[in-house]
């Protein structure tokens, strides 16, 4: 009988662990998404490590794509801003990179910024602004991020969404149709 006790007593102690510990497929990636600026702005590809962010951690950011204009040396920047959920308050001073090696237009390009400054605090939701463009405020390919929506929908999705309409329909007898 006691064993039976020690069985189940270890049993149910190893479930309650292995569902206590976090698990990676739970884990969801920052997607960027375009800006949808204007016609004439592309879309960029961006990565960030650690993915979310961290605040207070410096973030490292790999952009790429492939711009509709010219990359000058030294004219052309990257800009990345972390401002509140309505996209209005600026959360951090943004941060700026300048674009050392020209590329032409319709070549592919990857450019690289490690060491980004997060936010002292960060909100349950921001957003993150991701913009390649020149010194006179041409923007040239742009991306945002929205972090930290609700996980609920994500991770279950039932539970997100109000039930509209009768569960089961009422079935009826042949013979009362």
Do not use: W
């Not at 190893?14 to 497929?25: E, F, Y």
């Not at 973030?59 to 204009?69: I, K, P, W």
């Not at 605090?121 to 463009?133: E, M, S």
Request: proline residues 9%; neutral net charge; aromatic residues 10%.
């Amino acid at each position: 009988m006691n064993r039976n006790f020690i069985i189940i007593f270890i049993l149910l102690f190893t479930l309650s662990m292995i569902n206590a510990v976090p698990h990676q497929l739970r884990k969801r990636e920052t997607n960027f998404d375009s800006c949808l600026v204007g016609k004439d702005v592309v879309p960029l590809t961006v990565k960030i490590n650690p993915d979310p962010p961290v605040a207070k951690k410096p973030e490292s950011f790999t952009v790429s794509g492939t711009l509709n204009d010219d990359i000058l040396a030294y004219n052309t920047v990257l800009m990345i801003g972390f401002v509140d959920s309505t996209g209005a308050l600026s959360l951090t001073a943004p941060y700026f990179q300048k674009f050392v090696e020209p590329v032409k237009a319709g070549t592919p390009f990857s450019i690289n910024a490690s060491k980004v400054p997060t936010p002292v605090n960060l909100p349950d939701v921001y957003i993150i602004r991701v913009i390649v463009g020149d010194l006179n405020d041409n923007i040239y390919g742009c991306a945002l991020a929205v972090v930290g929506e609700t996980l609920r929908k994500e991770a279950y999705p039932i539970a997100g969404y109000p039930i509209s309409g009768p569960i089961a329909e009422r079935s009826y007898p042949i013979s009362e149709r």
